[in-house]
């Protein structure tokens, strides 16, 4: 059999410790797969940023990408590389460029899905200079509103957050008109939504889609934030994990993006998703510790089988099969999820990526459980914490974060010797056990 090296490039900006992990194991698992009468291998690689012509070829057929929302060379060459290349790219770069959270709340309300009641207001000021016809525009078509009334049709507790948000920056609870007033006064240029709370939720989950594999953890908003996601286990009960699942990869497939986080609140007993427009999520050890192993291992599943596969790239996302669920009327609310979820685990081709994982990466649960153990790893993680903490605590939070990571190695081994050796399940079972919640650590580390 002739053989062929499958290259995964990482374009990667601040990110210390998952890439060094994701290398590590990649590495350890001594991987050749038999694919179409070859016999591949895996090349891993670091993306650098230099000139580039758009007529020359690239070299990658994967590329993880942690760029594409905020670095425009390594976005354009990415755009570049998947029209004249057939890259195959983590996140799809023109969704991500161009579907803020407004466009994915509109979206997902047209296909049923339960987010907040939520309203869009015009800017309080603008940036005339910039602008020259704002000028004329508004003094022809602005209507002039109550903001109380829209208030009012919301009803309190609101929040007020800018409609392309991300990071918490500009968001505001509010709980009475005099505050809706002030906040809007203190709002300036920027376009913002009202939304009603989901108040008072009794439990926030972030489900994050690597591909078809969704993890779901339970998110604590008032930790600190080493301690924000929390480790617990039994959260919520299988039907409630199917349905945040199904619901993460209806958004995931909708938009084309294969590594997003979605935020759900729960408020008696059902699940209302409120921010969902998160691709390219926070991927550091620092944030997730207890869970970073199992999002490590799921990016390297999902990788290495679109890698072998050289699995084509949707580039135009194709909507109308969502919307044509959406419009049975007579269909519940249940029903169209699991349908809508049924076009994205086809789309991801799940059967086929279960099969790969089951075949080929049956050794990815060891090699990462023994990775997690060694120097290298303790090492990764030193660097991380050294790179956000300030000097002193950085001995503290390194040995918090291994800390959490042995736990998880020790949940991980029971896991491991109790489970049947099948491979990945396409709806993870959650972990069964007691809740714990992370040591309260008070630290003055700088913002993930
Ligand atoms: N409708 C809502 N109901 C309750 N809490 C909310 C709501 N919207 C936002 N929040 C709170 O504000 C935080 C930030 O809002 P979010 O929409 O997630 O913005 P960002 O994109 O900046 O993360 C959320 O994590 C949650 O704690
Ligand atoms: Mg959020």
Redesign the pocket.
Known sequence: MPNVTRRIGLSLGADICWPGCYEEIVRRLHLTVPVGGDQVSFDVERVSVEPFNLRQPVKYDVVLDRLTHWFQTSREWIKKAVVMDDLYVLNNPWALQSME?HTTYAAMMALGIKV?ETWMLPPKSYDWDALPDAKPTLQRYARMFDLTRVGEQLGYP??M??YD?????G?T?IDSPDELRAAYEDSGRRVMHL?????P?DL?VRAIGIGPQVHCVKYD?DAPLHARYVVAFNFVNSEEWRELTDICLTINSFFGWEFNSC?S?RKDGEF?P??F??ACPDFQVTSLHFHFPTLVKNMVRWSLFCAAHQRKMRKNLDWEPFFAIARQQDLPYREKLRQYAAIANARMETDKFNEFCATHLAHLDEVTWDFFGTPRAKELVQQKVTALFPGHEVEKFTEHYWGLLQFWRKCERERLDTAAPAGLAAVPTPIRGAEVGTQPLKSKGKKA
């Not at 948000?165 to 920056?169: L, N, P, T, Y």
């Not at 939304?195 to 108040?199: C, E, I, K, L, S």
């Open positions: 959270k907040p609101l929040f957050k800018p948000g991300g990071a918490w920056v968001v609870k939304q009603r709370a989901v108040y939720f926030f908003p935020e609140l209302f409120i921010d427009a998160n």
